[in-house]
């Protein structure tokens, strides 16, 4: 996994629109909350739904959802969910490889799924690394406390680092 408090590596995604969209367009200006899953997997599916349905919450944090897959997403699941929620493919595979490590990459796919929260300047706040076939995804309320957390650090707000050290 990414150590925290780092910048996050190189994100490139191809959206079923045929846009290219990266990470960085978003600096300075939103929150990100990066998922890397698995298309055609239902589990994958519930979360995305789980996150559009909480779209009113990350907007309110200036946050934008990247969801990542090696594969294409369906389309009618891409044209479902808001403009909050971003599909793409990682065509090389390289942000995967990246953010999730070397042995991530699997014939069949991602190998492991991992979400990712950072801070508007690409700071990377939290991430949870999901294994196994249950797909043992963080629920919405730690998503969206660990984007409030980036959200109101960002700035003005209370700094993240002990005081004590």
């Known amino acids: 996994m990414l ?3 780092q910048m996050i590596p190189p994100l490139t995604l ?3 629109d045929g846009r290219t969209v990266r990470a960085w367009d978003y600096k300075q200006k939103k929150n990100l909350l990066i998922a890397f899953l698995h298309a055609n997997c239902a589990p994958c599916e519930q979360l995305l739904r789980a ?20 594969e294409s997403p369906p389309r009618l699941l891409a044209d479902s969910l ?7 493919v990682d065509v090389t595979g390289h942000a995967a490889t990246a953010f999730l490590g070397r042995d991530t990459n699997a014939p069949a796919g991602i190998a492991r799924l991992g979400i ?27 998503l969206r406390a660990q984007i409030e957390r980036v959200d109101f650090s960002d700035g003005c707000g209370t700094p993240l680092w002990s005081l004590d050290d």
């Open 3 to 5: 150590p925290l408090r």
């Open 14 to 16: 191809h959206s079923p």
């Open 82 to 88: 808001p403009p909050s929620i971003v599909l793409g």
């Open 51 to 70: 996150v559009a349905a909480e779209s009113a919450a990350w907007k309110e944090s200036d946050a934008i959802v990247l969801a990542a897959f090696l």
């Open 116 to 142: 990712f929260v950072t801070d508007r300047y690409g700071e990377l706040g939290a991430q949870w690394e999901v294994g196994g076939a249950s797909h043992n995804f963080p629920g919405i309320a730690s």
